[in-house]
C-alpha cells in the first residue's frame, strides 16, 4: 500500500483509536440491552419472538458491526505504525 506523504500520524491514529472505542461502546451496549433483557419480566408471543428472534438477530448483526468497526480502528493504527516505521519518526 502506497502512502501519501501528507500523511498526519497522530490524526491516523486518534481515528483508529476512536473507533475501537466506538466498537467497545457498541459492545457495552449490547451487554446492556441483554442484562435488562434478562431481568425483565415479559412473557407470551411477543416476547418469545423478541428474546428468541427479534433480539438475537440483531444482537449479531450489531457485533458484526462492531468487529468490523474495530477492524477499521486497527488498520488506521497500523498505518499510522508503517507511515512512522516508513517516515523514520
Do not use: C, Y
Amino acid at each position: 500500500m502506497a502512502f501519501t506523504h501528507g500523511m498526519n500520524v497522530e490524526d491516523v491514529r486518534r481515528l483508529g483509536s476512536t473507533l475501537q472505542a466506538k466498537a467497545e461502546e457498541i459492545r457495552t451496549i449490547l451487554n446492556q440491552i441483554d442484562s435488562q433483557l434478562n431481568a425483565t419480566t415479559w412473557v407470551g408471543p411477543d416476547a418469545e419472538q423478541f428474546k428468541g428472534q427479534w433480539w438475537p438477530e440483531h444482537k449479531a448483526s450489531l457485533s458484526s458491526v462492531a468487529e468490523r468497526i474495530n477492524g477499521f480502528g486497527q488498520s488506521a493504527l497500523n498505518n499510522a505504525s508503517e507511515q512512522e516505521s516508513v517516515s523514520g519518526h
